[in-house]
């Protein structure tokens, strides 16, 4: 028995060790301080020398970076301020004859310009890291100022390899079609492509250095990686290295400019070594904190099996489960010690198909099939397209299980691709996780011995648990921040009674009653024909909400003298005399238009008597709204920066609701129902902005006539202007039914959407075929 005790004590410092380890990894990527994050300014030109990382050897590589004194603000000190700092090894950046930097270990190359291609400055460098630094390091590397190095990973590749051999290391090339027979090449020679970077051994070095001067004068091209490989394979007799997944590991992205630039969940950047190009230094440092994020979930993922074995190692000695927290005394070398890590969550819980057995029959989750549809008996519509939610956690679940598949690819000698999902379930449990069945077709890819590529499936089932909740400060008031202790000591929930207390005292002028000057003046252009009753119930809410409480509003109608409806042009105006004279402070104003309606160039006759730096609420006379909408707008729209499009709530026919939910369903609380309306996804006619912007993005279309689309071509404008778009659900902005008329000379397009309109907004789905099954029988031919 004491035996046993031993070897779980022995697993169990081991589980503190690596645990601790962990926390010491988030410790440094999340609390570092403004002194450890600034820039060290050099004395002399010594590289920068890692003391950090690990105990090992750091003579492992030197890495030599090319670059530019245009550069050395942005891209150079980018790389130096990540990946650069992590080098097992030294970094030192090469620059032109005269180049001078205080905030990046330099070497001006004599007698070396910023030409482009750099023949000599790559080769140059090269001969300088060889007569300084040849018997310091076991390998050399030639690296731009655009690539992205993994320094982990490639210290893994190198203390594979034996340094003592002539290595020269990259990715293959021959050059493209365009250049072919044009590169004096053999067909049995090649160069390793300079963009992903090139990996020398010691060995290597010491051959080609001496020769420098040599190869610089018989160039052949002006492709610099061409001939640093002739001058390789000349004088030390290797060429690049001939294989499958070097193109994988030094992975060199065609899109140019744009390269990494959008979603990083791709299987490319979770493989590669060296990621190229990164041109610009902001999407350096994005692609440096996605890294970063997938290392910390690889350390999560490695305490969280840690876990797991010590539940194994527990449950087969016998022990029980120490849900409180505490170490089993025989297990700790103090008896008194306690550990967090000990509380068995649900994610510590080893995987299985039963693992969450459910306690009834009401409580089983039922699974949804995935084919080119997504097919469900939940819903009201049981075929139906994947939502964007599904479609990013199917791409995420598929990404982590070809990483698990192609873990060991390297010793077994093949890789296996991802083709395509043959079919799939899932399902969600609101309070465990989400499950997957994948049929997956796959390309099994063969390169050593026996080479093969063929096509093959698998099945994979997929658990992702939920985990617990965490608290993080994402960029938060200055006022905020300076109020949370800044010793690491006290306790997580005293610091978030700090973050709620301030918090309180900021939010505190939202609760005053009366008009706050200090906030930014909204004014309302509202559009208005006729429809003197729906006017009537828009100024009820108006003057709750803004004149009562004195908010920092104006009104500004924009009334059309509508010869059909003289009865409520002259309503209308009494009721914004009488509201004038009843809040003296109200701020309201009329501009009347003798002219055909059209929404578009009515809401252009408000903007044009308001100042460019006045912010705009463009509204309908059918919405809704609270003091909540306008905390909202005022927050969420920035001039120069951001334009704020609510997603508002739209009411459903309510002669249709009176039905089924009877006459006071107007007053139920819960008025955000998918029986009662539906989001307005595609609208866009509530719209909040500053004149400045509406200006720079032309405006309306004012040829566009009669019903709609105004607001869909404006939305378009400020997609591709490069503003910033707000696009999110206001619960309290609520469009409240009207008819529908649709005019039958309007255009196809307006016409369509006119209709769709007017078919959406009669009621819901379930509504409609409870209307169909009920009375039915009314609609039915008579059989005789």
């Given at each position: 028995?004491?035996?046993?005790?031993?070897i779980?004590?022995?697993?169990?410092?081991?589980?503190?060790?690596?645990?601790?380890?962990?926390?010491?990894?988030?410790?440094?990527?999340?609390?570092t301080?403004?002194?450890?994050?600034?820039?060290p300014?050099?004395?002399?030109l010594?590289?920068?020398?890692?003391?950090?990382?690990?105990?090992?050897?750091?003579?492992?590589?030197?890495?030599?970076?090319?670059?530019a004194?245009?550069?050395?603000?942005?891209?150079?000190?980018?790389?130096?301020?990540?990946?650069?700092?992590?080098v097992?090894?030294?970094?030192?950046?090469?620059?032109?004859?005269?180049?001078?930097?205080?905030?990046?270990?330099l070497?001006?190359?004599?007698?070396?310009?910023?030409?482009?291609?750099?023949?000599?400055?790559?080769?140059?460098?090269?001969?300088?890291?060889?007569?300084?630094?040849i018997?310091?390091?076991?390998?050399?590397?030639?690296?731009?100022?655009?690539?992205?190095?993994?320094?982990?990973?490639?210290?893994e590749l190198?203390?594979?390899?034996d340094?003592?051999?002539?290595?020269?290391?990259?990715?293959?090339?021959?050059?493209n079609?365009?250049?072919f027979?044009?590169?004096?090449?053999?067909?049995?020679?090649?160069?390793?492509?300079?963009?992903?970077?090139?990996i020398?051994?010691?060995?290597?070095?010491?051959?080609?250095?001496?020769?420098?001067?040599?190869?610089?004068?018989?160039?052949?091209?002006?492709?610099?990686?061409?001939?640093?490989?002739?001058?390789?394979?000349?004088?030390?007799?290797?060429?690049?290295?001939?294989?499958?997944?070097?193109?994988?590991?030094?992975?060199h992205?065609?899109?140019?400019?744009?390269?990494?630039?959008?979603?990083?969940?791709?299987?490319?950047?979770?493989?590669?070594?060296?990621?190229?190009?990164?041109?610009?230094?902001e999407?350096?440092?994005?692609?440096?904190?996605?890294l970063?994020?997938?290392?910390?979930?690889?350390?999560?993922?490695?305490?969280?099996?840690?876990?797991?074995?010590?539940?194994?190692?527990?449950?087969?000695?016998?022990?029980?489960?120490?849900?409180?927290?505490?170490?089993?005394?025989?297990?700790?070398?103090?008896?008194?010690?306690?550990?967090?890590?000990?509380?068995?969550?649900?994610?510590?819980?080893?995987?299985?198909?039963?693992?969450?057995?459910?306690?009834?029959?009401e409580?089983?989750?039922?699974?949804?099939?995935?084919?080119?549809?997504?097919?469900?008996?939940?819903?009201?519509?049981?075929?139906?397209?994947?939502?964007?939610?599904?479609?990013?956690?199917?791409?995420?679940?598929?990404?982590?299980?070809?990483?698990?598949?192609?873990?060991y690819?390297?010793?077994?000698?093949?890789?296996?691709?991802?083709?395509?999902?043959?079919y799939?379930?899932?399902?969600?449990?609101?309070?465990?996780?989400?499950?997957?069945?994948?049929?997956?077709?796959?390309?099994?890819?063969?390169?050593?011995?026996?080479?093969?590529?063929?096509?093959?499936?698998r099945?994979?089932?997929?658990?992702?648990?939920?985990?617990?909740?965490?608290?993080?400060?994402?960029?938060?008031?200055?006022?905020?921040?300076?109020?949370v202790?800044?010793?690491?000591?006290?306790p997580?929930?005293?610091?978030?009674?700090?973050?709620?207390?301030?918090?309180?005292?900021?939010?505190?002028?939202?609760?005053?009653?009366?008009?706050?000057?200090?906030?930014?003046?909204?004014h309302?252009?509202?559009?208005?024909?006729?429809?003197f009753?729906?006017?009537?119930?828009?100024?009820?809410?108006?003057?709750?909400t803004?004149?009562?409480?004195?908010?920092?509003?104006?009104?500004?109608?924009i009334?059309y003298?509508?010869?059909?409806?003289?009865?409520?042009?002259?309503?209308?105006?009494?009721?914004?005399?009488?509201?004038?004279?009843?809040?003296?402070?109200?701020?309201?104003?009329?501009?009347?238009?003798?002219?055909?309606?059209?929404?578009?160039?009515?809401?252009?006759?408000?903007?044009?008597?308001?100042?460019?730096?006045?912010?705009?609420?463009?509204?309908?006379?059918?919405?809704?709204?609270?003091?909540?909408?306008?905390?909202?707008?005022?927050?969420?729209t920035?001039?120069?920066?951001?334009v704020?499009?609510?997603?508002?709530?739209?009411?459903?026919?309510?002669?249709?609701?009176?039905?089924?939910?009877?006459e006071?369903?107007?007053?139920?609380?819960?008025?955000?129902h998918?029986?009662?309306?539906?989001?307005?996804?595609?609208?866009?006619?509530?719209?909040?902005?500053?004149?400045s912007?509406?200006?720079?993005?032309?405006?309306f279309?004012?040829?566009?006539?009669?019903w709609?689309?105004?607001?869909?071509?404006?939305?378009?404008?400020?997609?591709?202007?490069?503003?910033?778009?707000?696009?999110?659900?206001?619960?309290?902005?609520?469009?409240?039914?009207h008819?529908?008329?649709?005019?039958?000379d309007?255009?196809?397009t307006?016409?369509?959407?006119?209709?769709?309109?007017?078919?959406?907004?009669?009621?819901?789905?379930?509504?409609?075929q409870?209307?169909?099954?009920?009375?039915?029988?009314?609609?039915?031919?008579?059989?005789?």
């Amino acid at each position: 028995m004491a035996k046993v005790k031993n070897i779980v004590r022995l697993l169990w410092g081991v589980f503190l060790g690596n645990t601790f380890c962990f926390m010491i990894l988030l410790n440094h990527t999340t609390t570092t301080t403004k002194n450890e994050c600034s820039t060290p300014r050099h004395q002399g030109l010594q590289p920068r020398r890692l003391t950090w990382s690990s105990n090992r050897d750091m003579n492992l590589i030197m890495v030599g970076v090319m670059t530019a004194p245009k550069y050395f603000n942005t891209r150079a000190k980018a790389v130096y301020n990540t990946w650069g700092r992590e080098v097992p090894g030294d970094i030192m950046f090469y620059s032109s004859e005269g180049s001078r930097s205080l905030d990046i270990p330099l070497i001006a190359l004599k007698d070396v310009d910023d030409s482009y291609p750099p023949q000599k400055k790559s080769l140059m460098m090269l001969k300088h890291m060889h007569d300084n630094y040849i018997n310091k390091y076991e390998w050399f590397m030639r690296a731009d100022d655009d690539v992205y190095v993994r320094p982990d990973r490639l210290e893994e590749l190198l203390r594979s390899v034996d340094s003592r051999k002539t290595w020269f290391i990259g990715q293959t090339g021959r050059g493209n079609s365009e250049e072919f027979g044009l590169l004096s090449l053999d067909s049995d020679e090649n160069f390793c492509m300079g963009g992903p970077g090139v990996i020398f051994s010691r060995e290597t070095l010491k051959r080609v250095a001496p020769f420098v001067e040599d190869c610089l004068r018989h160039l052949y091209t002006t492709h610099e990686d061409v001939e640093l490989g002739r001058c390789v394979r000349r004088f030390a007799g290797v060429s690049c290295t001939w294989s499958y997944q070097m193109q994988v590991i030094f992975y060199h992205n065609q899109s140019g400019n744009s390269a990494f630039t959008g979603d990083l969940k791709q299987k490319e950047i979770h493989q590669a070594i060296t990621l190229h190009p990164v041109k610009h230094s902001e999407h350096l440092y994005r692609l440096h904190n996605y890294l970063k994020g997938l290392k910390i979930q690889k350390n999560q993922h490695d305490v969280l099996n840690l876990q797991r074995d010590l539940l194994y190692s527990m449950a087969a000695l016998g022990f029980e489960d120490h849900s409180d927290g505490e170490i089993p005394s025989m297990l700790s070398p103090h008896a008194e010690q306690k550990n967090s890590f000990w509380n068995r969550t649900d994610i510590e819980i080893p995987a299985s198909i039963r693992r969450h057995p459910p306690e009834s029959l009401e409580n089983l989750s039922e699974w949804e099939f995935l084919s080119n549809s997504l097919y469900s008996t939940s819903d009201l519509n049981p075929r139906r397209r994947y939502g964007t939610s599904l479609k990013e956690g199917l791409n995420d679940a598929i990404v982590e299980v070809m990483e698990l598949i192609n873990h060991y690819s390297k010793q077994r000698g093949r890789l296996i691709e991802f083709k395509e999902i043959m079919y799939a379930y899932w399902r969600m449990n609101p309070i465990y996780g989400v499950e997957y069945v994948l049929d997956l077709l796959l390309v099994y890819r063969k390169y050593r011995g026996h080479k093969m590529t063929i096509p093959v499936r698998r099945h994979a089932y997929i658990q992702q648990t939920f985990t617990g909740l965490y608290i993080r400060d994402v960029e938060a008031d200055s006022s905020i921040q300076e109020s949370v202790p800044n010793d690491v000591s006290v306790p997580v929930h005293k610091q978030l009674q700090h973050v709620l207390l301030n918090l309180h005292k900021n939010l505190q002028p939202f609760f005053k009653f009366g008009r706050n000057e200090e906030e930014k003046l909204i004014h309302f252009i509202l559009p208005l024909s006729g429809r003197f009753d729906v006017f009537k119930r828009f100024m009820q809410v108006y003057e709750k909400t803004c004149l009562v409480r004195q908010e920092n509003t104006q009104l500004n109608i924009i009334l059309y003298e509508n010869p059909e409806t003289p009865g409520d042009v002259e309503s209308t105006k009494n009721l914004v005399q009488e509201m004038g004279n009843k809040y003296y402070y109200g701020r309201i104003s009329v501009t009347f238009i003798k002219e055909k309606f059209s929404r578009g160039p009515a809401l252009h006759f408000g903007v044009n008597n308001l100042q460019e730096q006045d912010l705009m609420l463009f509204i309908d006379v059918d919405m809704v709204f609270n003091e909540d909408t306008l905390a909202r707008i005022r927050k969420n729209t920035v001039a120069n920066k951001s334009v704020y499009f609510p997603i508002v709530f739209s009411l459903y026919n309510p002669n249709i609701l009176k039905v089924f939910r009877g006459e006071n369903w107007w007053d139920n609380q819960d008025i955000i129902h998918e029986n009662h309306g539906f989001w307005r996804q595609f609208g866009f006619g509530i719209v909040s902005l500053y004149k400045s912007d509406y200006l720079k993005l032309g405006g309306f279309n004012l040829l566009i006539s009669g019903w709609g689309f105004e607001d869909v071509t404006f939305y378009d404008k400020a997609i591709k202007s490069g503003l910033h778009i707000v696009r999110s659900t206001d619960p309290n902005l609520i469009h409240v039914y009207h008819a529908i008329h649709c005019d039958p000379d309007l255009d196809n397009t307006q016409r369509q959407m006119c209709l769709g309109t007017e078919a959406s907004t009669l009621g819901s789905l379930q509504t409609l075929q409870r209307i169909y099954s009920d009375y039915s029988h009314l609609f039915e031919p008579s059989v005789r």
